[in-house]
């Protein structure tokens, strides 16, 4: 399975991006997907989960209430919406499928995993 992230970008403190993940085949409709993060110099970090049929949802503490993660199945995608975003935002993030069908913010729980797409927030 191949996952590709896009939607990254500059954008100004207060802003909004919407990043994208579609996976290369129908193998996730059963799983949860997430979105990490990892900015330089730091490990990556948990940012959002959703279970396989998109009705529950977990966030980390530092985007929870800015950030929305909502999936499509029979398109095979995974977006997060970025509102309020903050310069300590910046990062990489990157999109994964779980092994399993619940949402998890362990990054061991995660099989694949997309290349990443770059969000800098300047304030």
């Known amino acids: 399975v191949q996952l590709q992230a896009s939607g990254g970008g500059l954008v100004q403190a207060g802003g909004s991006l919407r990043l994208s993940c579609a996976a290369s085949?129908?193998?996730?409709?059963?799983?949860?997907m997430g979105w990490f993060r990892q900015a330089p110099g730091k490990e990556r970090e948990f940012v959002a989960t959703?279970?396989?049929?998109?009705?529950?949802?977990q966030y980390s503490d530092s985007v929870k209430g800015r950030f929305t993660i909502f999936r499509d199945n029979a398109k095979n995608t995974v977006s997060l919406q970025m509102n309020s975003l903050k310069p300590e935002d910046t990062a990489v993030y990157y999109c994964?499928?779980?092994?399993?069908?619940?949402?998890?913010?362990?990054?061991?729980?995660?099989?694949?995993w997309g290349r990443g797409t770059l969000v800098t927030v300047s304030s």
């Open positions: 085949r129908r193998t996730n409709s059963n799983n949860a």
């Open positions: 994964a499928v779980a092994r399993g069908s619940s949402g998890s913010y362990h990054y061991e729980d995660y099989r694949y």
């Open positions: 959703i279970d396989w049929s998109g009705s529950r949802t």
